[in-house]
């Protein structure tokens, strides 16, 4: 099949690398002007292991492995430890690996074969016209494709075009912003990763392989801002954090004078079907269960491999292959999603009286108490 891929990131990558190793003509589209590695560690987990193993990737992505929350605790403001950081509870299998978006990205890329993206570009148009898709792009182009796959995350143009129904039709905002940013190089050896919180906020630290990351997680109700934005969300997490607590101050600093900050809102995105005609999507973009999750990843894979898949078994049957896909997907995502609620109350109390009853609750789990 001829096949276009809109958006370049881990769904986007995946998708064009199993839909040119099953033999597809694939040409992938990134917004941006090169891939977009900004952003800190991400979890592979569950049967993505297994995806990645199956790809020939698994050795590379070890050898990238990073223990961002092995050693990892709350502190109180004066950076004492207040409790650990209940990794096991948000582990799938004591395999889950955690691998930096810039450690990641390039290797999916390497394998997708980068010759055949085009760059600062996205659609213009689609005209699904029943037995192909009549695109135009914003490079002033136009071809005819047997499928459009959709993989440019929460904020989804191809949904937005195939679906003709805004982002708020599907999207479930759960209060909550969450950003990354590299700060520097990484501390002293056995220096652990720590997280701070004030009522509905929590800045943290952690150690990477080479560098540490500055996390920050808040509530607020929904703000209005553009996301693409990198002055806008500097001013967010400057207006966010205004507390002279702990180092936040230093943090804020730090993370909103780095090119690599990355925050966007945790949205969930909920849909019924990820097909419209011959437009299907993969990734954040048809079911975005948010960084809270852990899992955006490990669907964003196993999507792009189901539907592979699906297409392999259905090739002469469009809506028999989308029905496999779904099928196959649709566990995974229900999964992934409805994990995050109880993450949220632990990683962000809202008040000092719940921040004191987190950390003993987590001290008895973890025997610390
Ligand atoms: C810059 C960035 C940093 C991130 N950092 C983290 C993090 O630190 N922790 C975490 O848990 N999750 C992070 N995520 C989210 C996480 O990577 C995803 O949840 C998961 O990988 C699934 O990704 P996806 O490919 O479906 O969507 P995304 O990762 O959002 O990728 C979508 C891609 O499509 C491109 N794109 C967007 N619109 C268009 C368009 N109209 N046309 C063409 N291309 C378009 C984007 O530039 C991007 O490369 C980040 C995402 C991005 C984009």
Redesign the pocket.
Known sequence: MKILV???????LSATLYLKRAGHEVTT????PKL?T???P?DVRGDALDFVKELGLWDEMKAHEVHMTDDMYFIDKDGKKAASFPHNAIKDSPDDLEIE?VALIPILAREAGIETFRFGT??ESLDDRGNHVHVKLTDGTEDDYDLVIG???????TRKLAFGRPEADFAHFLGVYVG?APIGPTGPEGTPSVNFNTPGKLIGCVQSRDCEYAVMMFRSPQLSYDYRDPAAIRDIIRNTYTDDLWRTQEMVERSVNNDGL?MDEATQIKMDSWRKGRVFLV???AH?AT?LS?R??SI?ISGARFLTMALNEFPNDIDAAYARYEELQRPYVDHAQATVYEGIGIVLPESYEEIDARNEMVRQMMSEA
Request: hydrophobic share 35%; with cysteine.
């Open positions: 809109c958006g370049a990131g881990v769904a986007g589209l990134e917004t941006g977009r900004a952003g800190g991400v978006r996205t659609i993989t440019d995350g929460v904020h989804s143009l990354f990355w990734g954040d973009s975005c960084p852990g955006g990843v964003a």
